[in-house]
C-alpha cells in the first residue's frame, strides 16, 4: 500500500499525517500517535506507516521541545522538562481531535491513541480526560505517575541536584491525569501496554 505523508500545522503544533493514497480524502478511523523523549515526530514514522497501512490515518505530533519545536536555552532542572512536554501533548490534545472533527473525516467517532515511552505516559493521561478515545497503546511507558514521580525526587535528593521541597507542588497537576490512580477510565476500552516489569527506569 502507498501511503501520503504531509506535514501540517495545526494552530501551532507541528504534525505529520499519514494516509493510504486511495483513502486521502475519504472518513478514516483516526489514531494520535505520541513520539518518545528526546526524539522527534519523524523518528516515529515506522510505527506510524504500520497503522495507516491498516487503512488509518494517523497523526504524528512534534512534543513541545522537541524536532520542529526545539529552543535553545531550556530548562536544565531533571525532569521538569519531561514533564512539562507531557503537560503540553496534553493540552494540546483537543487542538488536534478537533482539526479533524471539523473535516468530517473521522470515520465513525473512531478514535485511537498511542505512544513509546513519554508518548505512551501522554497517552495513560489522555485516557483520563477523554472518554472519546476508543482505544489506546503503550509503548514502554508508565501509567504510574506517582510512582515515576517518587524515583526522580528520590535522585533529586540522593545527587542534591535540585531542592526537592518543591517538587510535589510543583508537579500537583499530575495526579489528575494518573491513569494508575483512576483504572476505571479505562471503562472497559482495549488498551494494549508493551513492557517490561524488570524496567529500571520506567515503573
Avoid: C
Avoid at 14 to 31: G, Q, T
Avoid at 74 to 80: E, H, L, T
Amino acid at each position: 500500500m502507498t501511503l501520503t505523508i504531509r506535514k501540517r500545522m495545526i494552530q501551532h503544533v507541528p504534525v505529520l499525517e499519514l494516509v493510504p493514497d486511495h483513502k486521502i480524502n475519504e472518513a478514516l478511523p483516526l489514531v494520535i500517535y505520541y513520539h518518545g523523549w528526546h526524539t522527534k515526530k519523524e523518528l516515529a514514522l515506522t510505527a506510524g506507516k504500520k497503522i495507516a497501512n491498516k487503512n488509518i490515518r494517523v497523526i504524528i505530533p512534534d512534543s513541545m521541545y522537541h524536532g520542529e519545536r526545539q529552543i535553545e536555552n531550556n530548562s536544565k532542572i531533571p525532569s521538569f522538562r519531561f514533564w512539562s512536554t507531557i503537560q503540553y501533548n496534553l493540552s494540546e490534545f483537543s487542538l488536534i481531535l478537533d482539526f479533524y472533527k471539523k473535516r468530517d473525516i473521522i470515520q465513525d467517532n473512531q478514535i485511537g491513541v498511542a505512544g513509546f515511552s513519554m508518548g505512551g505516559m501522554t497517552t495513560a493521561g489522555l485516557l483520563t480526560h477523554f472518554p472519546e478515545i476508543k482505544a489506546a497503546a503503550i509503548l514502554m511507558g508508565s501509567p504510574n505517575y506517582k510512582h515515576f514521580i517518587s524515583r526522580v525526587k528520590t535522585y533529586l535528593i540522593n545527587e542534591s541536584t535540585y531542592p526537592a521541597t518543591v517538587f510535589d507542588d510543583v508537579l500537583s497537576w499530575t495526579k489528575a491525569f494518573d491513569l494508575n490512580e483512576q483504572p476505571e477510565k479505562i471503562d472497559g476500552r482495549p488498551l494494549y501496554f508493551w513492557h517490561g516489569t524488570e524496567d529500571e527506569k520506567l515503573p
